[in-house]
């Protein structure tokens, strides 16, 4: 049976490969394995990104996502039903890493596995700040998001 001292120690060592592991995004974690988004390209014009949802956009699809790319950054655009989408920030708000992941209709980030629902709402943390969100209008086969 091992000493006061060296129970001590042996719990550190192990408190500090528990936390090393829950930070490094390992393979064991919940959402590490999270498929990755399909990047779309998106238009923008002013204040506005204009994304063209066809029969081949992965936004044709209730309950799909993308990462949009335009030429002011990456936005999360998911379809939450037949004429409608959720359009958020792909920047982390625990660490700023983009957020690339998306699993079971959350996105995941990368860097420690946080999970936002598509609405932006913290489901798993390190992180504790909501995406922002930015409005949409659909008028097929246009999606448009307010930037500004």
């Given at each position: 049976m091992p000493?006061?001292?060296?129970?001590?120690?042996a719990l550190t060592i192990i408190s500090a490969a528990s936390i090393m592991e829950a930070c490094s995004g390992s393979s064991t974690a919940p959402g590490a394995n999270a498929p990755q988004l399909t990047t779309v390209n998106g238009t923008?014009?002013?204040s506005t990104v204009t994304v063209t949802v066809d029969a081949s956009s992965p936004l044709n699809t209730v309950g799909n996502a993308a990462l949009v790319n335009t030429s002011r950054g990456a936005l999360l655009v998911a379809r939450t039903a037949q004429s409608t989408f959720s359009a958020l920030n792909s920047t982390c708000t625990h660490q700023t890493c983009t957020?690339?992941?998306?699993q079971s209709g959350n996105y995941v980030c990368p860097c420690h596995l946080s999970e936002f629902s598509t609405t932006g709402s913290v489901v798993q943390g390190p992180a504790t700040i909501a995406l922002h969100s930015y409005p949409t209008t659909f008028v097929s086969p246009s999606l448009t998001i307010t930037i500004a």
């Open positions: 000493n006061r001292r060296e129970f001590c120690q923008v014009n002013g957020i690339t992941g998306f």
